[in-house]
T-cell receptor, first 111, second 113 residues
Framework: GESVGLHLPTLSVQEGDNSIINCAYS??????FIWYKQESGKGPQFIID?????DKRQGQRVTVLLNKTVKHLSLQIAATQPGDSAVYFC??????????FGSGTRLQVQP | NAGVTQTPKFQVLKTGQSMTLQCAQD?????MSWYRQDPGMGLRLIHY???????DQGEVPNGYNVSRSTTEDFPLRLLSAAPSQTSVYFC????????????FGQGTRLTVV
């Protein structure tokens, strides 16, 4: 079936560096993608989203890039801070009637 | 606004017991969903609703029932709990199903022994 997944289960970065979290999807007709951040013991929280008619979208310290040719999207976090430590999920519209989530990447920020 | 509220936060059940996980939202969203989260597997859709009186199955519906009598509430019922249902359960609401941001509750951690 159609899927949305993440490349790495864990990513470790130094405080102040930029982080890049990657995600791949299989349905070329997917129209909408979203990134969530989940801290320990909490529900997922919205970070940023992007629709398929865009290649890039920026928020506060975050940028999402969408490459429809290779069916890949990434989340870039600038100047990573300890408070960015969490699990990050990409989710997308895979043709099912609700968002499909990837398995998550745990971002560890080293001081 | 409280957003999406789930109760209880923690629950331990014995195999075969039944229970209801409560979910309420105050954003007047038509769409509500239940997901379960297991280690290394992301969130998987159990059931969803596109409005009061309308529900449908998601990816992993077996062993769960839902109903949607009001816009605000979307309870999830476990009919006869099994150890395989040990998980963290999240309720979400949104303006659309797969094309808009979903707002999540804080989760219910369920252990079935």
């Amino acid at each position: 079936g159609e899927s949305v997944g993440l490349h790495l289960p864990t990513l470790s970065v130094q405080e102040g560096d930029n982080s890049i979290i990657n995600c791949a999807y299989s349905n070329s007709a997917s129209d909408y993608f979203i990134w969530y951040k989940q801290e320990s013991g909490k529900g997922p929280q919205f970070i940023i989203d992007i629709r398929s008619n865009m290649d890039k979208r920026q928020g506060q310290r975050v940028t999402v890039l969408l490459n429809k040719t290779v069916k890949h999207l990434s989340l870039q976090i600038a100047a990573t801070q300890p408070g960015d430590s969490a699990v990050y999920f990409c989710a997308g519209d895979t043709g099912r009637r609700a968002l499909t989530f990837g398995s998550g990447t745990r971002l560890q920020v080293q001081p | 606004n409280a957003g999406v509220t789930q109760t209880p936060k923690f629950q331990v059940l014995k195999t075969g017991q039944s229970m209801t996980l409560q979910c309420a939202q105050d954003m007047n969203h038509e769409y509500m969903s239940w997901y379960r989260q297991d280690p290394g597997m992301g969130l998987r859709l159990i059931h969803y609703s596109v409005g009061a009186g309308i529900t449908d199955q998601g990816e992993v519906p077996n062993g769960y029932n839902v109903s949607r009598s009001t816009t605000e509430d979307f309870p999830l019922r476990l009919l006869s709990a099994a150890p395989s249902q040990t998980s963290v359960y999240f309720c979400a609401s949104s303006l659309g199903l797969a094309n808009t941001e979903a707002f999540f509750g804080q989760g219910t951690r369920l252990t079935v022994v």
